[in-house]
Structures are given as structure tokens and as C-alpha cells.
């Protein structure tokens, strides 16, 4: 195929293809094998996003009325753990229409708020689509008027599934067949804002009015030691807090509660919604302007710039007495930025913890929050 790249910063990454296009490919390349029984070296599909992809054909079988293709999938220079497996797609002629489902190695939905039903095989719609019109365009091809029934599978993908996050969005047995745009961009974020936007469409789907945010395996330790009865309702947004409170917006939330080790949630104090480091650090920044703020002297705040961490810097504020004003005022910032950030369409809060201190810091709405998760 003709090779696509993208920036990322100074680095030059080449894409690769989704599952999605791979099941469309492996069909159209079986039903081209079935109809014409001839095997197929390489097969041609157009992506959503407009993209020519030749794609080479690795397994060819044809058995009595059904053939088998396959195509490896290509992530290109993303670390997708997919990258390398196998899509297959067995296709059979009937009658009419056209019959997508998955076999071995491909998912079934259990929970509502998914891309498909429960019960359904998790084959998202776009990927339903693209298979949908590589059958028609063969059908036309070879001047086929009937049907296809076409079983999507993937060696190995039920052990793969358990290395994605599948098991926890209520998606068993296998992989899912993904891709919005067919193609896949290396160190794309959408990806992970998409596990997120799903994950609280879930917890939607469920009737939950609040949606409770972590930021990563510290905040879920956290609230399974401290309210285990809400451990079941986390959606992990990892650093990506200013765009998952706007997804909880979207989705009809009425109230979003983070809850974050201080180490992440400080960046919040100076508006910065994506904690990632790549994006902004700021921690110290952060602190050292809570404590003008806070009237703590010069002397202490210049040995906050030596800090590696924010602990480590909460050691030296705790020594000199200042530690407490110094929070008071990080907590009014932080709870200024979620309330700018929200804009009034929900009521939002936060909760923010440090094992080292047995610290626990909460905004204005943080408790009702809680007791609206509770209920």
C-alpha cells in the first residue's frame, strides 16, 4: 500500500491499518475467492477516511461452499497491542442480504452503551460498514445477485482481549473489531479518549447521573480501599481530565467527581486539563503560587524549585508549618478551574489524596458528589 505518515513533535511515524479494515479486506478478498474460485494475492479497499489501502491477502482457503482469507493487521509505528494478529473472515453465499457476526477470538458484548446491542458480536458499525460495501463491490464485480453470511475471527484474540481494556467496558471473549476512520495514526490520543467516552457511555447506559473519574491505578487503589462500593462505577480517564469532563458533559451527566494523587491533580491548580508531562509540568510552579498566595516566605518557596516531586515538596511545606494555608489555597484554585471547565453544565468536584501524608483534600461539591454516587 501506498505508505501515509504523521508528525509527532519532531518525529516522522508511519500509519497503519485498523481491524476493521482488515475484516474488510479479508471478506472482500473471500468473496472474490468464492465467486470466482480463484485464489487472491492482494485486495483493495478504500477507508472511511478516504485512504487507498492494498492490502496482501495471508491465508487463502477455499473448502466445498466457503472460503477463508486473512490479513494481518499493520499499526504502522503505534504500539498497538494488536499489531501483527490475524484478522480472518469466512464468507458463504445465501439467499439475500448480507450477515455480519464474529467467531473465534472476537467479542461479545455484555453491557449496554457499547457501539452494538448486548448479546452482538463486538464488530462496530463503521467496520460493519466498510464489510458491507467491500461484499457489494464483489457482488457487482462478478454480477452476484444474492447474499453473504461473513464470520470475522481472530487466533488468539480471546488471551489478546485480556491485555486491552475489553473485560472492563463488559466485552468477553475476544478482541473488538474497531476503527472510525480505517486507518491508525501513531501515538494517537483519540484512541484512549474513545475507551473513555465509552466506558462513561456505560456507566450512562447503567441510569448513573454522577460519573466518578480516576486518573490512574493510585486513584482506583484509593477508592476501593477507602468506598469500595464505588469501585465499580471508576472510568479511568489517565491525564486526559479536561476532555473527559467534557465527554461526561455530552453524555447528560448532572455531576463528575475526580479523584487524583496530588501529583497529578496539582497541574489542575494552574488550569492545565491534560496532566501529561509531554504537555505541561508545572507542579512546582503550581505550588510555589499557592504559597505567594498563602504569605509563606521567599526562603521556603525558592526550595520548592529543587523538588522532584510534589511530595516531596509537601515534606518542606509541612516542616515549616505553611502546608495546610498552602493546600487551602491549591483547593479553591483547582476547584475554580473544574468549575470554568464545566461551565456551568454540571456540577463538578474533586477529590485529591497523597498516601505519603494520609492527605485528603476535597473541593466545594466533592461530598454531594460522593452521596449522589452512593445512592
Not at 469532563?245 to 494552574?270: A, E, V, Y
Request: aromatic share 4%.
Amino acid at each position: 500500500m501506498e505508505e501515509n505518515y504523521i508528525y509527532s513533535g519532531t518525529k516522522k511515524l508511519r500509519c497503519g491499518y485498523t481491524t476493521g479494515s482488515c475484516a474488510a479486506a479479508a471478506a472482500q478478498a473471500a468473496a472474490e475467492m468464492l465467486l470466482t474460485r480463484q485464489s487472491v494475492g492482494t485486495t483493495e479497499i478504500i477507508t472511511p477516511k478516504g485512504v487507498r489501502l492494498l492490502l496482501p491477502v495471508h491465508r487463502c482457503e477455499l473448502s466445498g461452499e466457503k472460503a477463508l482469507c486473512s490479513v494481518i493487521k499493520d499499526s504502522g509505528d503505534d504500539p498497538d497491542i494488536t499489531n501483527g494478529i490475524e484478522v480472518c473472515a469466512e464468507v458463504s453465499l445465501t439467499e439475500s442480504g448480507i450477515e455480519i457476526t464474529g467467531g473465534k477470538g472476537v467479542g461479545k458484548v455484555t453491557k449496554a452503551g457499547l457501539d452494538q446491542p448486548v448479546g452482538e458480536s463486538a464488530i462496530n458499525s463503521i467496520p460493519r460498514r466498510m464489510i458491507t460495501q467491500a461484499l457489494e463491490k464483489v457482488a457487482e464485480m462478478c454480477e452476484y445477485r444474492s447474499g453473504f453470511r461473513v464470520v470475522v475471527s481472530v487466533p488468539g484474540g480471546e488471551e489478546l482481549a485480556l491485555k486491552t481494556f475489553n473485560p472492563r467496558i463488559g466485552i468477553v471473549g475476544g478482541i473488538s473489531i474497531i476503527g472510525t476512520t480505517g486507518i491508525v495514526e501513531p501515538m494517537s490520543n483519540a484512541a484512549i479518549i474513545e475507551t473513555i467516552r465509552t466506558e462513561a457511555n456505560i456507566r450512562r447506559a447503567e441510569g448513573k447521573k454522577a460519573l466518578l473519574l480516576t486518573v490512574g491505578n493510585y486513584s482506583e487503589k484509593y477508592i476501593f480501599e477507602n468506598k469500595p462500593q464505588l469501585s465499580e462505577q471508576c472510568v479511568m480517564c489517565s491525564n486526559f481530565i479536561g476532555d473527559a469532563i467534557d465527554i461526561g458533559i455530552t453524555l447528560g451527566f448532572d455531576s463528575i467527581l475526580i479523584c487524583g494523587h496530588i501529583g497529578k491533580m496539582i497541574k489542575l491548580g494552574s488550569g492545565i486539563m491534560n496532566t501529561h508531562s509531554s504537555y505541561a509540568d508545572g507542579r512546582m510552579e503550581t505550588l510555589i503560587a499557592c504559597g505567594v498566595l498563602a504569605g509563606v516566605e521567599n526562603s521556603v518557596l525558592c526550595r520548592l524549585t529543587d523538588c522532584a516531586t510534589t511530595d516531596a515538596a509537601l515534606d518542606i511545606l509541612y516542616e515549616n508549618g505553611s502546608a495546610k494555608t498552602v493546600l487551602d489555597v491549591l483547593t479553591k484554585r483547582i476547584d475554580g478551574y473544574l468549575q470554568a471547565r464545566a461551565k456551568g453544565s454540571a456540577r463538578i468536584g474533586a477529590v485529591i489524596f497523597s498516601y505519603k501524608k494520609d492527605m485528603l483534600l476535597k473541593t466545594e461539591y466533592a461530598d454531594e458528589i460522593i452521596s449522589q454516587l452512593e445512592g
